[in-house]
């Protein structure tokens, strides 16, 4: 008979484990589990092996990668899609297994773009992986939901209910399903046992399914059987390979094919294969500080750039002719040029560009990438860090991953950007005349979105998206923003550019104006034409926006003036005068204009005394600042020479005007020093702003040990009218971040490995922000677990005191916290005292004294000397500081002893011995009569003392009355555990026996 072979990855989670093709035991640690017999009969069929110990661990989980490892090997599917997945790449041994998956809608990640392939999956997940494999119809609760029905997750819930009235897997005998817990080996064999056996699956059958073991402790390998790839000719074997932890994928024979199939092309050998097809698994392309050429080449696999030598110098890699290539990938920085060639899909792992007419399908930008010319992108680029395209760039669509360094500065044609999933994104800047529809959604959050002169774009942000910012400085109409989720804020240069649903629009308010670049003609004839070619300026915005503005006809755009004019007439006036660049009140100044051949003949002083009036004014409007002196908020202020200098030259050229005969030459000579001390002034002068103190952050450890819950920081010498913010996630606080009213305790980071928290803060006084304060704290890594021996422990009699007599093996690391016994039915009672026929549950508490990994699945060792009784770990109660152990059994008897029998028959000589009403006939003879009684009496007294003990009651005599019996007699009682150890009471006891009157015989 042959049967589907399942290989359950689950059971080889350890490298260092090894198999054996002998004939396994049966395992330690099933018997009595509720799997046995599906898990005996797998063995038996040697479809499932344990470990070396003996042992199964049916209860251990699985990871969610090896789940769906295991249905592809029941079921068939031929059919590959692309994995998008941001934490699954084409290496991972199970890439294969999720892309199969993914083409059948039988998975689809997470909201965050991961698949999370090691973590653990859960019952909820395994249900509705099962149930989109089967296709079963959605269901409901059919008759009685489960218990825990209100936990289990919405997405999930038809599944659950489907799987289980199809009978593929079962909730617990409590009612409850447990959808969020994780699914076990033993569950995950169970379940696929029941679709094995059920025929809802294709099968694929095979003879032999082998375990090798290897000698190098370090690596198993386990052969399976291909799924989805099976014929009855040819049965490909797969291996899954782990080599120090790694996991490798490959057929049986793929491994010698992939190492005959793997081609090095370097520049010595790469005329061989001009106009040739090379149907190799792999090429390497292998570059040095030299360019290299591929003529008319076609590739069907796999090929890579890499280079073994540093440069600064980026070589090329020309496509020339009919050159054609798959699958792409560049591991060292290159320079690609094409002509008209085609790529399939190109990986770009180091710094790229790319050049030409070069025509790419798909596009994964894991390094900086630059388009150039007319490179084209007619299906998809994944974007995972910043890519940069020129005017004559074509892309169909970009999808930009969250959470990575991917940023787009695009120019030309892009038809859509799409950004989902959880996670930020930095910014999207589409430069001059690229027009792009983006969308926003899943959770996704853009930093910014800037948009360039004569760009159009379409943003629509979908439910929980965030853009923090859209800044437009585009002239052209017909923009839009549809927004159903949050923007926080929109600046735009005209408001009548953009239409924008559920935000508000600001428009951008100019702050300065710098002049970066002057006109490159100042030199002119008269009659000439001004030209202000040339001319670059840095404007700035609120919220530290800035623009530069290099097109001289773009100046008008941005609302900035000149004076004089592009293309004005030039005159004798316009000799040794500056151009005045300006916008309302800021203004700047270029270098003078100077006209050849003028000769002046003529006095001007109008144009004088305005300059004169102009620096009255502003000299009126700024403060000298003196050593410490405090100058107020919104003034402007110089040093007292820079005053006194300019002040001087404002003088003298008021006195200059009250001279008689004046000549234009004087009156020019001074305008121009005039003129250039006030353009000096200015750029001396400083706008006085409040300066708010950053705050003084205080934290009492710096370098904590892992799981620490006493770090504290607080912020010291508050000032008054002050707001303090801060964050914990390492970004830059702003008044709607966190506000700080008392010292904060942190909760330490969950990961095991050495991580850190960075606090930044700020201080906001009326409504200005101080600098950022910040400071890092370091939690060490968790110590790895050490076995715990625990020893003295005494198990408890019956009648004596609670003691707390246990004790740690390794007081070093772990110290005994609190020590109490329980009744095990009752664990929220602390007893002091044992009784009989009672399970007590000792809780001992053992306390770190630096914080362990303490995990569910990672537990150290417990051993108790000399006792044999259950041993568990509370895990709940368990964390990195503490672990609390369980040790429960029944409480023992006293060793018997005379002095113990004189008790407990003491006891029973206290009591009243309760005889119920005799209703039967008393017998006639006096030896019956006594035997009768006696029974009456011990069946009475018997059930007084513990069950340790035994009673004899030796007769004296009696006496019959109408209603009652008198017995005269002594008791004996006697030790059940040394029946030599006995008591007999030293007086007689007098006991009444009442009856019916009609049972005595007269």
Not at 436 to 463: G, P, R
Not at 576 to 601: A, Q, R
Not at 678 to 699: A, G, M, N, Q, W
Not at 782 to 797: G, N, Q, S, T, V
Request: aromatic residues 8%.
């Amino acid at each position: 008979m042959k049967y589907s072979k399942i290989l359950i990855l689950m059971l080889l989670l350890l490298n260092h484990v090894t198999m054996a093709f002998a004939f396994s035991p049966i395992p330690s640690d099933i018997t009595g589990h509720w799997a046995e017999n599906t898990i005996l009969q797998w063995q038996s069929e040697e479809r499932i092996k344990g470990y070396e110990d003996n042992t199964f661990r049916p209860d251990n989980a699985i990871t969610r990668a090896e789940f769906i490892h295991l249905l592809h090997s029941i079921i068939t599917i031929k059919q590959n899609a692309i994995v998008n997945f941001s934490d699954v790449n084409t290496s991972d041994w199970f890439y294969e297994d999720i892309s199969k998956a993914v083409s059948n809608h039988i998975i689809s990640g997470f909201e965050d773009n991961t698949f999370r392939p090691n973590e653990m999956i859960t019952r909820a997940q395994s249900a509705l992986i099962i149930s989109n494999a089967l296709q079963l119809p959605t269901n409901t609760t059919n008759g009685t939901a489960l218990k825990d029905d209100s936990d289990i997750p919405i997405w999930s819930k038809n599944a659950v209910y489907a799987m289980l009235n199809a009978g593929y897997i079962s909730g617990y005998e409590d009612g409850t399903f447990r959808a969020n817990q994780n699914m076990t080996r033993a569950e995950a064999i169970s379940m696929l046992d029941r679709i094995d056996k059920s025929n809802t699956l294709h099968k694929n059958e095979a003879s032999e399914n082998d375990i090798i073991e290897n000698s190098n402790e370090n690596s198993i390998k386990i052969n399976m059987l291909e799924p989805g790839n099976i014929d009855n000719n040819q049965k490909t074997l797969k291996k899954i390979v782990w080599e120090n932890g790694d996991r490798n994928l490959y057929t049986s024979n793929e491994q010698n094919k992939n190492t005959e199939k793997t081609l090095i092309i370097t520049k010595d050998n790469i005329t061989e294969f001009y106009g040739k097809t090379l149907q190799y698994t792999t090429v390497k392309i292998k570059l040095e500080d030299i360019s290299m050429e591929l003529l008319n080449i076609k590739f069907t696999g796999n090929v890579e750039i890499i280079s073994d030598i540093q440069t600064d110098k980026i070589p090329t890699l020309y496509l020339k002719g009919n050159t054609k290539i798959k699958h792409l990938t560049t591991s060292t920085p290159v320079i690609i040029n094409s002509e008209n060639n085609i790529i399939k899909t190109f990986i770009t792992k180091a710094e790229t560009t790319i050049s030409g007419n070069t025509q790419i399908t798909n596009l994964k930008c894991y390094n900086k990438t630059t388009l150039i010319d007319n490179t084209t992108i007619t299906d998809t680029a994944q974007i995972f860090s910043n890519i940069t395209t020129d005017s004559n760039t074509q892309i169909n669509t970009i999808k930009m991953i969250p959470n990575t360094d991917a940023s787009i500065s695009a120019n030309g044609i892009i038809n859509k950007i799409n950004v989902n999933g959880k996670g930020n994104i930095s910014y999207i800047h589409l430069g001059e005349n690229t027009n792009a529809d983006i969308n926003i959604s899943d959770f996704a959050i853009v930093e910014n979105i800037t948009l360039y002169e004569n760009t159009q774009c379409h943003i629509t942000i979908k439910n929980n998206a965030e853009l923090n910012q859209l800044l437009s400085f585009s002239h052209c109409l017909g923009s839009t923003v549809k927004n159903n989720g949050t923007v926080h804020s929109i600046i735009v240069l005209n408001p009548e550019t953009i239409s924008v649903e559920n935000a508000t629009v600001e428009t951008a308010i100019l702050q300065n104006i710098t002049l970066i670049s002057y006109p490159k003609k100042l030199q002119y004839k008269e009659g000439d034409t001004l030209s202000l070619s040339g001319i670059s300026l840095l404007l700035e915005y609120q919220n530290n926006i800035t623009q530069v503005v290099n097109k001289l006809e773009d100046i008008a755009f941005y609302h900035i003036q000149t004076s004089p004019t592009h293309n004005t007439i030039l005159t004798a006036k316009h000799h040794n005068t500056p151009i005045k660049i300006y916008s309302n009140d800021l203004y700047v100044y270029t270098n003078f204009i100077t006209i050849e051949g003028i000769e002046i003949s003529t006095v001007d002083t109008e144009h004088f005394q305005k300059l004169i009036q102009q620096c009255k004014t502003i000299l009126n409007d700024t403060l000298i600042k003196y050593a410490e002196e405090k100058i107020p908020v919104g003034k402007y202020y110089v040093t007292e020479n820079d005053f006194i200098s300019f002040k001087d030259i404002l003088f003298l050229s008021e006195k200059l005007l009250q001279k008689e005969n004046l000549t234009q030459q004087q009156i020019q000579n001074q305008y121009n020093i005039l003129q250039s001390a006030l353009h000096d002034f200015e750029e001396k002068r400083i706008l006085s702003e409040k300066v708010i103190t950053p705050p003084e952050l205080s934290i009492n450890n710096t370098l904590p040990q892992y799981g620490d819950e006493n770090v504290i920081f607080s912020i010291e010498n508050i000032q008054e009218n002050t707001m303090y913010y801060y964050t914990l996630d390492g970004n830059e606080p702003t008044s709607e971040s966190i506000l700080y009213t008392e010292p904060v305790t942190l909760l330490p980071p969950q990961s095991t490995s050495e991580s850190s928290i960075t606090i930044k803060a700020i201080a906001v006084q009326y409504n200005i922000c101080s600098a950022i304060s910040e400071k890092t704290i370091t939690y060490s890594a968790a110590l790895p677990i050490e076995d715990i021996m625990l020893y003295r422990l005494k198990i408890p009699m019956i009648g004596e005191q609670t003691t707390s007599t246990v004790q740690s093996s390794n007081e070093t690391q772990y110290i005994i916290h609190s020590f109490c016994w329980k009744n095990a039915m009752n664990t929220d009672e602390i007893v002091n005292s044992f009784e009989p026929d009672t399970i007590y549950t000792a809780e001992i508490m053992l306390k770190a004294n630096k914080p362990y990994a303490f995990q569910n699945d990672i537990l150290p060792k417990l051993d108790i000397i000399d006792t044999d009784i259950d041993i568990s770990i509370d895990k709940e109660r368990s964390n990195a500081n503490y672990l609390c152990v369980l040790v429960t059994f029944e409480a023992t008897p006293p060793i018997p002893t005379e002095e113990l029998a004189e008790k407990e028959l003491n006891y029973l000589l206290e009591q009243n011995i309760n005889i119920s009403v005799l209703d039967t006939d008393i017998p006639d003879f006096e030896q019956e009569i006594k035997e009768f009684c006696c029974e009456a009496i011990l069946n009475s007294a018997q059930k007084i003392i513990s069950k340790y003990w035994t009673l004899e009651f030796d007769v004296l005599g009696y006496f019959c009355g109408s209603s009652s019996i008198g017995i005269t007699g002594k008791f004996t009682i006697i030790s059940t555990i040394d029946p030599s150890i006995a008591f007999t009471s030293p007086n007689y006891v007098d006991i009444s026996i009442p009856i019916l009157s009609n049972t005595l015989d007269n």
